[in-house]
T-cell receptor, first 109, second 112 residues
Framework: GQNIDQPTEMTATEGAIVQINCTYQ??????LFWYQQHAGEAPTFLSY????GLEEKGRFSSFLSRSKGYSYLLLKELQMKDSASYLC??????????FGRGTSLIVHP | SQTIHQWPATLVQPVGSPLSLECTVE??????LYWYRQAAGRGLQLLFY??????ISSEVPQNLSASRPQDRQFILSSKKLLLSDSGFYLC???????????FGQGTRLTVV
């Protein structure tokens, strides 16, 4: 089975940096995904890590440590529009994404 | 380019009524297809996935069923809805040997 843990809620200030952590336990690991989901909308893909290390994409970066079952999403220069839920998902088997409960990020001025 | 269509966007159904949600993908062949449900304040729960026509795997026992009558069509059904079936239903696809899943717009189902 799979067990994916991430904080329920985080708050941060506009312009700051925030790190959202995700830990997982799974069999047949095939990579880790991060998605962004605004209220009432479908999730949109942010990043994918299959090898250990940091992947940078603009203001967003994602890190993976397979030996520790750990990932984080780093958001820099926070903007108000970054207020959303951030979903950690683990790929297993035939690339079937299994999602955690998500972290609700609130960015305030 | 690939696109995914899911309808309807919102649906209000009485308890005990049937359900049929449809999802179609364009611009790709032989995709993996998924149905997820998201209850209020909860994460995405994988309900069904399919790796080919007529091949359906169920992740969670429930009164829902799924079918894949064509390569790029995925249908979620119920014969009799329960109040607990209310939620946000999302269809998604991914390429067979690929990475991220792409989501449809979702259907917000309210069972009354």
């Amino acid at each position: 089975g799979q067990n994916i843990d991430q904080p329920t809620e985080m708050t941060a200030t506009e312009g700051a940096i925030v790190q959202i952590n995700c830990t997982y336990q799974t069999s047949g690991f095939n990579g880790l995904f991060w998605y962004q989901q605004h209220a009432g909308e479908a999730p949109t893909f942010l990043s994918y890590n299959v090898l250990d290390g940091l992947e940078e994409k603009g203001r967003f970066s994602s890190f993976l440590s397979r030996s520790k079952g750990y990932s984080y999403l780093l958001l820099k220069e926070l903007q108000m529009k970054d207020s959303a839920s951030y979903l950690c998902a683990v790929g297993r088997g035939s690339y079937i994404p299994t999602f955690g409960r998500g972290t609700s990020l609130i960015v305030h001025p | 380019s690939q696109t995914i269509h899911q309808w309807p966007a919102t649906l209000v159904q009485p308890v005990g009524s049937p359900l049929s949600l449809e999802c179609t993908v364009e611009g790709t062949s032989n995709p993996n297809l998924y149905w997820y449900r998201q209850a209020a304040g909860r994460g995405l729960q994988l309900l069904f996935y399919s790796v080919g026509i007529g091949q359906i795997s169920s992740e969670v026992p429930q009164n829902l069923s799924a079918s894949r009558p064509q390569d790029r069509q995925f249908i979620l059904s119920s014969k009799k809805l329960l109040l607990s079936d209310s939620g946000f239903y999302l269809c998604a696809w991914s390429i067979r040997s690929g990475t991220e899943a792409f989501f449809g717009q979702g259907t917000r189902l309210t069972v009354v």
